[in-house]
């Protein structure tokens, strides 16, 4: 079956290849044929370079290391949905949502009631962008001519974990157009995008639709319940001792257990994907450290030195690693590799600064408590800066040196 069907696509090559009468549609065709059978490209002489990892293996890799934080964006949402019907007597919610929970049972002990229920929220979110990345893709890269590439199944998989359960599905096709189009294809494409895709996504709709993106009835899936994320409660709460309003301990932040965004409430489970990714050395570790350190020195000030009108200023350090998307964007966005700085001296100043402009943005700027997105975004902006700083400096070093 599988030599038959091989050899069905290697009759269709030449129709698909230059010259042939269907080239237009060549990206379609080599799509469909590297997906079934892998890629037929060869070098023909030498020399050979020989490594285990190519562009497809590394954006598959990414994709294994996200599994923890999509089975926790499942678990979470459903959980959060499942306690607040439980504690509050509220109803299923309306629709097919409650008539698939109506066969599977409301409990927030289950393991598969909450998976069930979060898997409601999050596959139709994800599906969509999947499906309307796609057809931007595809349209893009028969106009030019490019092959397809698996860099948009990262993006698909890292945009749904930054939005609220409660999203507006056509908002989520707007924002997944918006964030192809003019983040990454009016500059070329694959590998020519200045700044993530994902985040410039999930900018363009907490800026467009911010009653959909932020205030406190987004968090959890269930119609007329409201619920602040932790960072809001925490910029509401009062100054002296902001921490006391949460109604979690840390090791519940850190696991995860809290509303929030379906993806970015775990930090163990962005651990255990950054595990992965430093292994098989496709994710910086100076730019994770880097970024950590930043956040830690830029927080501890604030924290000692206190504020009596500001309670952010007055959060541990600590807390600022759990609360947010600061683990989801340490681990997955800053470390993008298109967008991030090329030296390793430019590495560690791209993560100290995103770090460091992370928490000035939560502490000096109440009505925005939430600046890892903001600070990566500049963060992708400066990096060409970065990289130029460091190779001046080498060159001067090395003009000094040598007369």
């Given at each position: 079956?599988?030599?038959?069907?091989?050899?069905?696509?290697?009759?269709?090559?030449?129709?698909?290849?230059?010259?042939?009468?269907?080239?237009?549609?060549?990206?379609?065709?080599?799509?469909?044929?590297?997906?079934?059978?892998?890629?037929?490209?060869?070098?023909?002489?030498?020399?050979?370079?020989?490594?285990?990892?190519?562009?497809?293996?590394?954006?598959?890799?990414?994709?294994?290391?996200?599994?923890?934080?999509?089975?926790?964006?499942?678990?979470?949402?459903?959980?959060?949905?499942?306690?607040?019907?439980?504690?509050?007597?509220?109803?299923?919610?309306?629709?097919?949502?409650?008539?698939?929970?109506?066969?599977?049972?409301?409990?927030?002990?289950?393991?598969?009631?909450?998976?069930?229920?979060?898997?409601?929220?999050?596959?139709?979110?994800?599906?969509?962008?999947?499906?309307?990345?796609?057809?931007?893709?595809?349209?893009?890269?028969?106009?030019?001519?490019?092959?397809?590439?698996?860099?948009?199944?990262?993006?698909?998989?890292?945009?749904?974990?930054?939005?609220?359960?409660?999203?507006?599905?056509?908002?989520?096709?707007?924002?997944?157009?918006?964030?192809?189009?003019?983040?990454?294809?009016?500059?070329?494409?694959?590998?020519?995008?200045?700044?993530?895709?994902?985040?410039?996504?999930?900018?363009?709709?907490?800026?467009?639709?911010?009653?959909?993106?932020?205030?406190?009835?987004?968090?959890?899936?269930?119609?007329?319940?409201?619920?602040?994320?932790?960072?809001?409660?925490?910029?509401?709460?009062?100054?002296?001792?902001?921490?006391?309003?949460?109604?979690?301990?840390?090791?519940?932040?850190?696991?995860?257990?809290?509303?929030?965004?379906?993806?970015?409430?775990?930090?163990?489970?962005?651990l255990l994907g950054a595990a992965l990714l430093l292994v098989t050395r496709i994710a910086s570790w100076r730019i994770m450290l880097a970024m950590l350190l930043g956040a830690l020195a830029c927080s501890l000030?604030?924290?000692?030195?206190?504020?009596?009108?500001?309670?952010?200023?007055?959060?541990?350090?600590?807390?600022?690693?759990?609360?947010?998307?600061?683990?989801?964007?340490?681990?997955?966005?800053?470390?993008?590799?298109?967008?991030?700085?090329?030296?390793?001296?430019?590495?560690?100043?791209?993560?100290?600064?995103?770090?460091?402009?992370?928490?000035?943005?939560?502490?000096?700027?109440?009505?925005?408590?939430?600046?890892?997105?903001?600070?990566?975004?500049?963060?992708?902006?400066?990096?060409?800066?970065?990289?130029?700083?460091?190779?001046?400096?080498?060159?001067?070093?090395?003009?000094?040196?040598?007369?």
């Open positions: 079956m599988i030599k038959a069907l091989d050899r069905f696509l290697r009759s269709l090559a030449p129709h698909f290849h230059q010259g042939g009468r269907l080239q237009r549609w060549y990206p379609l065709y080599e799509a469909t044929d590297s997906f079934l059978m892998g890629s037929r490209l060869t070098n023909p002489g030498a020399p050979h370079v020989r490594d285990a990892i190519d562009f497809k293996r590394i954006m598959i890799t990414v994709i294994i290391a996200l599994i923890p934080c999509v089975l926790m964006a499942l678990w979470n949402t459903g959980y959060q949905a499942n306690l607040a019907l439980v504690n509050l007597g509220l109803e299923l919610p309306a629709g097919w949502r409650g008539v698939v929970m109506s066969r599977v049972g409301v409990d927030p002990a289950s393991l598969s009631s909450n998976l069930v229920h979060g898997a409601l929220y999050f596959l139709p979110v994800y599906l969509v962008c999947v499906v309307v990345g796609s057809v931007w893709e595809t349209i893009f890269n028969i106009i030019r001519g490019h092959e397809f590439s698996e860099a948009f199944l990262v993006t698909s998989l890292l945009l749904p974990l930054t939005l609220p359960p409660t999203i507006p599905l056509w908002q989520v096709a707007v924002g997944t157009s918006f964030g192809v189009i003019f983040a990454k294809e009016v500059f070329g494409g694959v590998g020519r995008n200045f700044m993530n895709p994902a985040l410039t996504a999930r900018a363009f709709l907490f800026f467009a639709y911010p009653a959909e993106m932020s205030g406190d009835e987004v968090w959890v899936g269930v119609d007329g319940l409201s619920s602040a994320t932790p960072l809001a409660t925490l910029a509401a709460a009062p100054a002296d001792q902001p921490v006391a309003a949460l109604d979690f301990t840390w090791g519940a932040a850190f696991a995860g257990i809290i509303p929030g965004s379906m993806g970015e409430t775990s930090a163990l489970a962005c000030p604030f924290w000692l030195i206190g504020s009596p009108d500001n309670p952010m200023a007055n959060v541990p350090p600590h807390w600022h690693l759990v609360l947010g998307g600061f683990a989801l964007g340490l681990v997955f966005m800053a470390t993008d590799p298109v967008t991030a700085p090329h030296t390793e001296a430019g590495k560690w100043l791209y993560g100290l600064f995103i770090g460091a402009l992370t928490i000035i943005l939560r502490v000096l700027n109440p009505a925005f408590p939430e600046g890892v997105m903001l600070a990566i975004l500049l963060g992708n902006i400066f990096a060409p800066l970065f990289d130029y700083l460091v190779i001046q400096a080498n060159i001067r070093r090395r003009a000094l040196r040598y007369g």
